[in-house]
């Protein structure tokens, strides 16, 4: 009865029977309506709450949520001519632009430190190798959206801007190639999770909200992987938007 509750007032959300902003029926009217418990109809509460639709406000009720602007993250933010000349843009800079918001991004930089095995692997790292470690937290318009680790191996970082908070125009991909590293292509990988508590703090998110996790690997012409970056994306602001050759 719970899911039937819940999938009722999902589709009455979709269709705009219930606007965002609006007050969703009290507990009574739903036990009313669909004659059921108080603790089924909190079970249906959760469960849209969880998933984004609904948030409590206090001493007033439950109210649809209000749906924020969603980005879309397509393969195109990466070309080249983004990041070229004094005035280039890093990706996220392009993504938040393209729907004219202001983008920001807060960075601590790290290292050189031991990466993670999973980023050690997928850098092709020897037991030992060090990376420098570039912590983003990312804003649109003063929400954050975005968190992003980036790892670059020690020893195309030491020295450079990369290991500088503001890396300058560009962003790291644009100092990487001018340090001789000319990128070939990125391998992205995919999955999607509820948010970690030290995430949904982070997101200013509700507990059990999902996140998308996107990993990307960085590639020179050489065959190299230059940078490893994981992102944590809030799942009701991202698009993931690709186009390739059916070929």
């Known amino acids: ?44 509460m959760a469960l849209l709450k969880a998933e984004g639709w609904v948030v409590p406000e206090s001493g007033r009720g439950v109210f649809v949520r209000r749906r924020p602007v969603v980005f879309r993250k397509g393969n195109d933010r990466f070309a080249r001519a983004n990041r070229l000349g004094d005035n280039g843009r890093a990706a996220f800079d392009v993504e938040v632009g393209s729907h004219g918001l202001a983008s920001r991004t807060e960075t601590v930089v790290e290292g050189p430190t031991a ?10 790292l020897d037991d030992g190798d060090q990376v420098a ?10 929400d954050i959206v975005q968190l992003a680790d980036s790892y670059i191996p020690w ?29 070939a292509e990125f391998d992205e990988q995919i999955r999607a999770r509820p948010a970690l508590p030290e995430e949904v703090e982070a997101l200013g998110i509700e507990s059990g909200m ?11 012409k050489e065959g190299r992987a230059v940078e490893v970056c994981d992102c944590v994306m809030t799942a009701d602001r991202w698009c993931l938007d690709y186009r390739f050759p059916a070929t």
């Open 133 to 142: 470690v570039r912590r983003r937290r990312m804003f649109a318009d003063g």
């Open 210 to 220: 999902p996140v998308i996790l996107l990993t990307r690997v960085a590639y020179d």
């Open 1 to 44: 009865m719970y899911r039937q509750i819940a999938d009722e007032l999902r589709a009455a959300i979709r269709d705009g029977e219930l606007a965002e902003g609006d007050m969703v029926p009290s507990e009574s009217a739903l036990m009313a309506q669909h004659e059921t418990s108080q603790g089924t109809v909190r079970k249906a």
């Open 115 to 124: 990466p993670p095995d999973e980023a050690a692997a997928l850098l092709g």
């Open 155 to 183: 020893d195309i970082a030491e020295g450079t801007q990369i290991v500088e908070t503001d890396s300058g125009p560009g962003g790291i991909y644009a100092r990487i190639e001018e340090l001789g590293h000319e990128l």
